[in-house]
């Protein structure tokens, strides 16, 4: 279903867009166009289209301002060695975009309606690619409550967009390992709770952890399970791997607590297609601490679709330090981002039909 187009005004001038993408940094800078749909409990999913980026203007009692009843997803378009450009696995970013909205009590999007909005809108702005190493269009679908009422309860109004936003590193500097602080004070979610949804609310609730870490000199928290306090879950907005001196690969289980990343999917798959033994399974920090000691542990990695795979050199534990393997990029680590990054790219076979052209 093509989405109609609304023509752009005025676009930012080539000179203006070519300075703006010359150092963009993560979701500073955003390109000319968004894609749009409402849906009410009338029409259903109506009016999608692709216009120009604009202010919304809403009123003072639209719900989501008061009760964050809002879901979203994160996926890149990449530059493919071919020139052209590519999705990666974005029908699982539909997916789970839809349930997320299941948790939230939102309506679900046809998946045809969420990859086309996201195919034209980056088609639409295809000339804000940034040139820059590691270089990519970051594509932000979300979708909010837009009633404008204050009782307590899922809207019959909602409305989803599609902005886009040309980005190079997630990691200001560009650090070759980051560092870790383990949040002692604050959990990210809990049975039940809504730590599988890609909800707003759980970044909220994880501002104060984060401030906490970079007070201390961290890039990242790490989250513990919150009923026993004991078991590693995953980052503020990516999933760990620990990497041992056999060369397994230990992952954090999906439990309803934990994102299920389409990038440590992906990771698992790749890892076993090349032989790797991949074990989802609970691994506490206790554990962590005296493996990375004893050399049992010798590489762990952050992956997700903003950080791409990045290697964890350093864990802060209240005044206690460890460190990884020699505290910077390990061996596995990088062979893994490289197979990862070579089938984004268009550089290795895509035998799993993950790379989608736009
Ligand atoms: N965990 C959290 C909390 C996240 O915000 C993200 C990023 O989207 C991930 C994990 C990684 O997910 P993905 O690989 O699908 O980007
Ligand atoms: C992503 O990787 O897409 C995320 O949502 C993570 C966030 C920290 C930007």
């Known amino acids: 279903p093509a989405l109609a187009i609304e023509p752009h005004p005025a676009r930012v001038s080539d000179a203006d867009r070519a300075d703006r993408i010359a150092d963009p940094g993560f979701g500073r800078i955003f390109t000319d166009h968004m894609a749009s749909a409402v849906w009410n409990t009338e029409q259903g999913w109506h009016d999608a289209r692709i216009t120009p980026r604009v202010p919304l203007q809403i009123d003072p009692a639209t719900s989501v ?3 964050a009843q809002e879901i979203f997803e994160g996926m890149k378009a990449y530059r493919t060695a071919d020139g052209a450009m590519a999705l990666f696995r974005p029908q699982e970013n539909a997916r789970r975009f839809n349930a997320s909205a299941r948790r939230m009590a939102m309506p679900e999007i046809p998946e045809a309606l969420f990859l086309e909005a996201v195919r034209q809108v980056v088609a639409t702005d295809a000339d804000w690619f940034p040139g820059v ?3 990519a269009l970051y594509i932000r679908p979300f979708m909010f409550s837009s009633d404008v009422r204050l009782g307590v309860r899922p809207a019959s109004e909602y409305r989803f967009l599609v902005i886009v936003s040309p980005v190079g590193n997630y990691f200001r500097g560009d650090p070759t390992a980051i560092k870790l602080w383990v949040s002692r004070n604050y ?7 809504t730590g599988e949804a890609k909800c707003g609310g759980n970044y909220a609730g994880s501002l104060v952890a984060q401030a906490e870490a970079i007070e201390r000199g961290c890039d ?3 989250y513990l399970d919150a ?3 004991k078991w590693v879950e995953e980052l503020g907005g990516m999933n760990l791997f620990f990497v041992m001196d ?3 690969l230990v992952t954090p289980p999906l439990g309803g607590t934990i994102l299920p990343g389409i990038t440590r999917d992906s990771l698992i798959t790749i890892a076993r297609d090349e032989g790797l033994t991949v074990r989802e399974e609970r691994y506490g920090i206790d554990q962590w601490r005296a493996d990375a000691a004893s050399g049992r542990l010798v590489e762990s990695f952050a992956c997700g679709t903003a950080a791409v795979v ?6 802060r ?8 393997g020699s505290g910077g990029p390990g061996q596995l680590t990088q062979r893994l981002r490289q197979r990862l990054v070579d089938i984004q790219y268009g550089r290795a076979p895509d035998r799993h039909n993950w790379v989608e052209s736009i």
């Not at 990045?310 to 864990?315: L, N, Q």
């Open 65 to 67: 301002l008061h009760y």
């Open 133 to 135: 190493p590691g270089g």
């Open 187 to 193: 959990v990210r979610a809990a049975p039940g709770g």
């Open 220 to 222: 990242q928290v790490v």
């Open 227 to 229: 009923i026993e306090r």
């Open 246 to 248: 056999d060369g397994t």
């Open 310 to 315: 990045t290697p964890v050199g350093e864990v």
């Open 317 to 324: 534990d209240g005044d206690s330090v460890f460190t990884i």
